[in-house]
């Protein structure tokens, strides 16, 4: 590799005509100048030699130039290009990655080279192209190169007007708009068209169908190309590849498409394509076949099986059903099959062991079911990757069947392959992802199978029935190790892997300490941990220095853990969901938790955590989406904080000790708040965590516990109950865009607030159980959406609003409120206009001793004595007043 300076001497060779300077590093020298001085020179290559600066226009006194090549120097610029002009023997011209942003007029000066024959000026920053060119000069031109740059607006007629252009490159540019009429004198020799990845938000012209020597074709990645596919593509007999993927285009597939018989690649994918899968039969070139992530229906055709010379074929994530056709086994040239996120149905047919040549099979997430034997898997010798997860298949082989293939990825998730772990599986010996869950697998680890996982990555055991202790050492390569949903036992595996991220032994019976888990291993910092729902007991250690960069998932609920969180588990800067609840810990919340800022979720209810809830929550966790202390040892008031976090869209602080008033700001700040519905939601940057973790979020509403994962964005709550909040309920909460409101078990007093019908999106509203008074107001009919309702236990007055779906629910949400009448409560509203009773006749009541005024007296004092009688010993009598409204509530009935 030459460098440094370039010799001066080098002018004196008058007689040079070839010079190539390529691929060297000058280390960002100028190119000399002295180089316009070899007039002799017919080629002239300095690509990729590390030049710099500005490139001197001396060298258009290289009036005998037919080559040259400046390509690849990022550190090359050009201001003006009139140089170039007078290189009119000039045929080939690369300058791709040298800086043309300030050559404004490069279209004009270009134009002037009669005898250019190809011209690549891509990376270039240009920004501008002439829309209009009256006179076309460069008709020589057959390649034309101008991709990646900031090209933007209508794609140029005068493109498709030099007569002998046939590769046109114009992807990654910023073109918005395909002139939709042909040019008047448009090519006939175009091979080559590519403009994707540009911003084209218009339909496919028809005039495309007329470039019948068009052989590839690529309009993929503009996103907003719209409308269907015009049949006139059919037209392009020549076509070898055609591209489409990755757009908005929607219809369906031409059957046109069966005229391009010289087609070998096709693709489809990520658009919005419906209805079915046109015939193929004819297309009897074709290789590679994608038309995955579309709307497609229908079965297979079953013509399939005529392509002899497919090799990659992907129907994935459509909404195809049917079975598959039984002649695949004639794709005798098949490497890659993609069926999965369909709605197949059927078994697999017993063709599939004849594909010799398949390398990849994926039917993941259809309705295939039945039985699959040694003979559908007979001469699969160059099978890779076989994922066939979410069907229902049997596998049944001998005990000492030996497979054909080494596998490097199996996942076989919802098979039944039990009742015992598969023999053949440790005859896998290249076997690095493994994923077999919800199999019917039952009993303990074989000691073979740690062979197996020694040489793992991803291994997935979970939903069986395995138990005993977990014998494997957990090591290197593994990184991701799924356990949970079993019945393992005893101290947690023992890890080693430093390149661990994920780990869920959660929902087992593994006991003791996690001191060792956490603590004894100094190379072992995962980022994902889910070790809830077990029956780990102790103290949290206090050695989390080491997890403070990864750790960005800690679920350790529903264990036996005590005592207080250590100072140390605070300082996470990475952790973004935190779940420790239904444990046994105490004591107040660290100060060091703060500085975990990135927490989108945050849940330590079902402990005995004490004291105040701290003030530094609203001002230092501003990411919280989720925030659950309930059923813990708080105390005083509702710090006012809390409503400083902007994305707050549940929380949670029911069965705690707190007073004082409901604070009336929540609606200014957080997501909860009608104006404040814009946040994205974050998914608790699960955007790197694999399927197969998803954590959950416990949200208590309509009178119950839901686990929540991805819908979880969708959800706003606001749970007070169960406290000693007093005052009224402020008429700001009536701003706030929930699904569920709870402020039952507290001492609020006061009317409901007139405008709560305004919570439209309300579904769940429970005010049980305090000291409201007045009237339920007529504004509550206008919460459509409403189906669960608890008002009991208040001292609510006056008419229930009736032709509302207030009339729906059960008696017992209103229960408890004495001197509220109407449906669906047996009281009535009025006393006048009682019928006559049996018997008695009208103008003869002086002889009945309970007739008329007499009757209703009677009536009256009866009532009034019973009512008091009861009421009285509810009132004076305060442990039969706290049974009956403890119990009104057990049993509130919600509309569905």
Not at 133 to 149: C, E, G, Q, R
Not at 188 to 194: E, G
Not at 365 to 379: D, I, R, T, Y
């Amino acid at each position: 590799m030459l460098g440094g300076k370039i010799n001066p001497s080098l002018r004196n060779l008058n007689y040079l005509n070839y010079l190539d300077l390529s691929w060297n590093d000058f280390e960002g020298i100028p190119i000399p100048s002295f180089v316009g001085s070899l007039k002799s020179l017919i080629h002239l290559d300095l690509s990729n030699a590390g030049f710099g600066g500005l490139i001197p226009h001396q060298l258009g006194n290289l009036s005998c130039i037919r080559y040259l090549n400046l390509e690849g120097s990022f550190y090359l610029k050009v201001e003006k290009l009139q140089w170039i002009s007078a290189l009119t023997s000039l045929q080939f011209l690369d300058m791709t990655e040298v800086d043309m942003s300030k050559a404004y007029d490069w279209v004009q000066v270009l134009n002037t080279l009669p005898s250019l024959v190809e011209l690549r000026l891509s990376y270039c920053v240009l920004g501008n192209i002439s829309p209009d060119l009256p006179i076309i000069n460069f008709t020589s031109l057959s390649i034309f190169d101008i991709s990646s740059n900031e090209l933007f607006g209508l794609v140029p007629h005068w493109l498709f007007s030099l007569k002998n252009l046939h590769s046109l490159y114009l992807r990654g540019n910023l073109f918005e708009e395909l002139f939709q009429l042909g040019p008047a004198n448009m090519t006939n020799r175009l091979k080559i068209l590519d403009l994707s990845s540009n911003r084209l938000n218009s339909t496919i012209p028809q005039w495309l169908g007329g470039l019948n020597r068009l052989e590839f074709l690529d309009l993929s990645l503009n996103i907003k190309l719209q409308g269907n596919i015009p049949a006139s593509i059919g037209n392009l007999t020549s076509m070898v590849s055609l591209d489409l993927s990755d757009n908005q285009l929607d219809g369906e597939i031409p059957n046109s498409f069966g005229n391009l018989f010289r087609l070998r690649k096709l693709q489809l994918s990520s658009n919005k394509l419906s209805g079915p899968i046109p015939t193929v039969g004819k297309l009897s070139e074709l290789q590679d076949f994608d038309v995955s992530r579309n709307q497609l229906c229908g079965c297979l055709p079953m013509d399939f099986g005529k392509l002899s010379k497919l090799r990659d074929f992907d129907v994935s994530d459509n909404q195809l059903n049917g079975s598959l056709p039984m002649d695949f086994g004639k794709l005798s040239n098949l490497q890659y099959f993609i069926a999965s996120n369909n709605q197949l149905n059927g078994s697999l047919p017993e063709s599939f062991g004849q594909l010799a040549k398949l390398q990849n099979l994926d039917i993941s997430n259809n309705s295939l079911k039945g039985m699959v034997h040694e003979v559908h898997l007979a001469n699969l010798s160059r099978l890779k990757v076989l994922i066939a997860s979410g069907n229902s298949l049997n596998l049944e082989t001998s005990p000492n069947w030996v497979p054909p293939f080494q596998l490097e990825t199996l996942k076989l998730n919802s098979w039944h392959l039990g009742p015992k772990l598969p023999l053949w599986l440790r005859r896998q010996q290249h076997l690095s992802k493994l994923q077999i869950s919800n199999a019917g697998i039952s009993g303990t680890i074989p000691i073979w199978f740690c062979n197996i996982s020694s040489q793992l990555e991803t291994l997935d055991l979970s939903h069986n029935q395995f138990y005993g202790p977990f014998p494997c050492h957990v090591a290197l390569p593994l990184s991701d190790i799924y356990i949970s949903y079993n019945q393992f036992n005893g101290s947690l595996p023992l890890i080693s892997s430093k390149e661990l991220v994920a780990i869920d032994f959660s929902n087992n019976l593994f006991s003791g300490s996690v001191t060792q888990f956490f603590c004894d291993n100094s190379s072992f910092s995962g980022f994902y941990i889910f070790l809830g729902n077990n029956l780990l007991s102790g103290t949290i250690p206090n050695c989390w220095r080491k997890w403070e960069a990864n750790l960005r998932i800690l679920n350790l609920e529903n264990n036996n853990l005590v005592e207080v969180i250590p100072s140390s588990m605070g300082n996470f800067s990475m952790i973004y969901w935190i779940n420790m609840q239904n444990n046994s810990l105490s004591g107040e919340l660290p100060l060091s938790l703060k500085n975990s800022t990135s927490l989108n979720f945050l849940d330590l209810s079902g402990n005995k955590f004490s004291g105040k809830i701290p003030e530094w929550i609203g001002t230092s966790l501003s990411s919280l989406l989720v925030l659950s202390l309930r059923s813990n040892n708080f105390e005083g008031y509702i710090p006012l904080q809390l409503c400083n976090l902007p994305r707050l869209q549940v929380l949670d602080l029911a069965h705690n000790n707190l007073s004082g008033t409901i604070p009336t700001c929540f609606y200014k700040s957080t997501a909860m708040g009608l104006q404040n519905d814009t946040y994205p939601f974050l998914y608790y940057g699960l955007a790197d965590v694999h399927n197969l973790l998803v954590p959950e979020a416990d949200v208590v509403t309509k009178g119950r516990k839901v686990g929540y994962t991805t819908l979880v964005e969708y959800v706003k709550s606001l749970d007070l109950s169960g406290n000693n909040l007093d005052g009224e309920i402020p008429a700001e909460l009536t701003k706030l865009d929930l699904q569920t409101l709870n402020l039952s078990k507290n001492h609020l007093v006061g009317k409901i607030p007139s405008k709560i019908g305004n919570m439209r999106g309300l579904e769940s509203l429970d005010l049980s159980q305090n000291q409201l008074s007045g009237e339920i107001p007529a504004s509550m009919s206008n919460l459509s959406f409403l189906n669960y309702l608890n008002l009991s236990c208040n001292n609510l007055t006056g008419q229930i609003p009736t032709a509302t779906q207030l009339q729906s629910f059960d008696e017992s949400s209103f229960i408890g409120n004495n001197q509220l009448c109407g449906p669906p409560l047996q009281q009535n509203c009025s006393a006048t206009d009682h019928p006559i009773p049996p018997g008695v006749e009208q103008g003869h009541e002086e002889d009945h001793l309970l007739s008329g005024s007499n009757l209703y007296m009677s009536l009256g004092l009866g009532f009034a004595f019973g009512f008091w009688a009861v009421l009285g010993s509810l009132l004076f009598n305060v442990p039969w007043r706290i049974a009956f409204c403890g119990n009104c509530t057990k049993n509130v009935w919600f509309r569905r």
